[in-house]
């Protein structure tokens, strides 16, 4: 008998943590619905665009594709007039043996043929709740990112009063790194909500 309702107690728990996943998911996607952008022709122009980084290398070593999909959506952003300058916002990660990501996006976006002096680097963006927050001043923006990220980074925007749209970045056909990328996300937005109800 005792068993029967530790089982219950924890298929009643597991149901409601899978629901509230569900629900933090669902409302973020709802809320970004014709926000975010495929079509480099339909976004409407911002003068500022805020791309959210991630390294050139991954944990693993690899090449990171993503971010190659990302500046390669700024830079396409740049020269169709759809922003006139670039906030890279992200970590530097060289200390740690890691990757200084500012660098990193900014020696690659002039490559891209995006003015050096166009491009200015935030350093405290290692969140994206922190690359919101410190650009909230700006009124309105383009975020850059890969999709489900574009999401969630809206949701984070509005509620700091900012207008914003997103242009997605495509997501690289690597089977593993999707599954892996969009499981975090369905926590990264559970932890959004949480985040918004601690600063309130």
């Known amino acids: 008998m005792r068993k029967k309702k530790c089982r219950i107690i924890l298929f009643c ?19 970004a619905k014709g926000k975010t952008f495929n079509d480099v022709q339909n976004i409407p122009y911002n003068e500022v665009g805020l791309l959210l980084g991630t390294s050139p290398i991954t944990s693993n070593g690899e090449h990171n594709y993503y971010f190659d999909e990302r500046i390669k959506a700024t830079a396409m952003l740049y020269h169709s007039g759809k922003i006139r300058r670039i906030v890279a916002s992200g970590g530097d990660y060289s ?26 680097l935030d350093y405290q963006g290692t969140r994206t709740l922190h690359s919101i927050t410190k650009v909230k001043n700006l009124g309105s923006i383009t975020i850059i990112s890969q999709k489900y990220h574009n999401e969630r980074a809206i949701y984070l925007a509005e509620h700091y009063g900012l207008q914003a749209v997103a242009y997605n970045a ?31």
């Open 95 to 120: 200390s740690n043996g890691g990757c200084n990501e500012l660098i990193a996006m900014k020696d690659s976006l002039i490559k891209q043929g995006v003015p050096d002096s166009l491009v200015s």
């Open 13 to 31: 728990l597991a149901t409601v943590f899978l629901i509230v996943i569900l629900s933090c998911y669902l409302l973020v996607s709802i809320n």
């Open 170 to 200: 495509t997501m690289p056909n690597i089977a593993k790194k999707k599954i892996r990328n969009i499981s975090r996300e369905f926590l990264a937005r559970v932890k959004l909500f949480i985040d918004l109800a601690s600063s309130e």
